[in-house]
């Protein structure tokens, strides 16, 4: 079996077909889906899907870099409410995000700091996410590494250097998407270089479709298309993968 350990499909992207979309994943051989929250925003179509399937959903908690601005103390104020309120499986998406807007730098590594804390603080599973900002965010996880803090670098796609100084951590793990699929990625020969132990599967669903759906909406069944292109690289059975990665991702949030 599969676990999408990122997906949006509680985005308004998929409101004419998501019942139709949910089961294509569950064909796919999805087993459960983690749903990563972005800000306030999202919270509410996020939990109403949770809440159709709670033993197939889990939702997660976080305030997202890029939406971090000069209110970002009230929304602090917001995430803290919220885990103070009702179980969640992670908290996510957190990081920085510099590719877009630097504006919020100094905003961004505070809010994350604080997120790592409570992720420590209530044991929970942190979602990292970080575009353009590598030393930013490792630097920020490094201070705050210890035996609790465990969690996944979502949508890793960077070097061997970066993968192994992530591992180094001790209990983070690579979350790796249809970025793998591209034909421009170095992605796989970095893979190579790199144990299937240390990753989970995902798919950042509407967003990264693999091949052969490029450019199209992605949705979580497509997860099978990213096991499928692990399963080449490594010269492993897809079954293989998908028990390694399901192991790391049911530990990791404690899904059972
Ligand atoms: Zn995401």
Known sequence: MLIDT?????????????????????????????????????????LALEATEPEYFSATIGLHPTS?????????????HELDRRPYCAIGEVGIDLYWDKTFRREQIMVFEQQL?????YDLPVIIHQRDAF???????????????RGI????????????????????????????????????SVLEQLSPDNLVLETDAP?????PYRGKRNESAYVLLVAQKLAEIYHLPIGEIGAITEQNSRELFRLD
Not at 68 to 80: F, I, P, Q, S
Not at 117 to 121: G, K, T
Not at 137 to 148: F, G, P, Q, S
Request: charged letters at 25%.
């Open 6 to 46: 990122h997906s949006h499909i509680y985005l308004p992207e998929f409101d004419e077909d998501r019942t139709e979309v949910v089961n294509r994943a569950k064909a796919a051989g999805v087993a459960h889906i983690i749903l990563p929250n972005v800000d306030k925003e999202t919270l509410e179509p996020m």
């Open 153 to 188: 670098f979502h949508s890793f796609g960077d070097s061997v250097e970066f993968a192994r100084r992530i591992l180094s951590l001790g209990n983070f793990y690579l979350g790796i998407n249809g970025v793998v699929t591209f034909k421009n990625s170095k992605l796989s």
């Open 68 to 80: 971090v601005n000069a209110a970002y103390k009230d929304e602090l104020v917001w995430v803290k």
């Open 117 to 121: 804390q409570w992720a420590i603080e």
């Open 207 to 211: 967003y990264l479709t693999p091949v």
């Open 135 to 149: 030393d930013d965010t490792i630097a920020c996880v490094e201070k705050y590494n210890c035996d609790k803090l």
